[in-house]
Antibody
């Protein structure tokens, strides 16, 4: 059973870079048919897809965040990571990592709240 | 910017049937949009996946939930609604690279 777990600072200062890591267990991140995603949910609001990475390194980002987002993969650690630059209070959200394969978004991490505040 | 639209709110009586829809600003939703549906109750994280690839249920999805394409939209139908089905429901569509969530439908069971 694949499990995903987000980790990283819960508090980030405005204008700094938000950095989160997702550790995958119970399965290999190198599985060819799967893409590894970041999704966020602002407090009391809906879901927003941020982007994904394939183990080969290919990425695709939400056009509205593309200028500030970077997703990378660390195959040896079975992890993938999110970096979001120049954060503001509007980036305060619960951040989720999730796996999609063959149209199936069935596996998510529990989510981690990141607050942007000085 | 592609927009995915859901009904903001719906109300259904216990035991009734309700259909939630998910529309794309780019045109008809097809199987190639790989529609996914999620349920989220207050305070619940993460959202619970219900349906993927239009109509395929996860092993944990109750039989009363079903997915389909209906009139150019993705649809989630709940038959024999239970009080515990009161929740926010989100759809997710694929657009040739990017994924886009709908704004969610708040389902009230009353």
């Amino acid at each position: 059973q694949v499990q995903l777990q987000e980790s990283g600072p819960g508090l980030v200062k405005p204008s700094q870079t938000l950095s989160l890591t997702c550790t995958v267990s119970g399965g290999s991140i190198s599985s060819g048919g799967h893409y590894w995603n970041w999704i966020r949910q602002h407090p009391g609001k809906g879901l927003e897809w941020i982007g994904y990475i394939h183990y080969s390194g290919g990425t695709y980002y939400n056009p509205s965040l593309k200028s500030r987002v970077s997703i990378s993969v660390e195959l040896s650690k079975n992890q993938f990571s999110l970096k979001l630059d120049s954060v503001t209070a509007a980036d305060t959200a619960v951040y989720y990592c999730a796996r999609v394969g063959y149209g199936d978004f069935g596996y998510w991490g529990q989510g981690t709240l990141v607050t942007v505040s000085s | 910017q592609t927009v995915v639209t859901q009904e903001p709110s719906l109300t259904v009586s216990p035991g009734g049937t309700v259909t939630l829809t998910c529309a794309s600003s780019t045109g008809a939703v097809t199987s190639g949009s790989y529609p996914n549906w999620f349920q989220q109750k207050p305070g619940q994280t993460p959202p619970r996946p219900l349906i993927y690839s239009t109509s395929i249920k996860h092993s944990w999805t109750p039989a009363r939930f079903s997915g389909s394409l209906l009139g150019g939209k993705a649809a989630l139908t709940l038959s024999g609604v239970q009080p515990e089905d009161e929740a926010e429901y989100y759809c997710l569509l694929y657009f040739g690279g990017a994924w886009v969530f709908g704004g969610g439908t708040k389902l009230t069971v009353l």
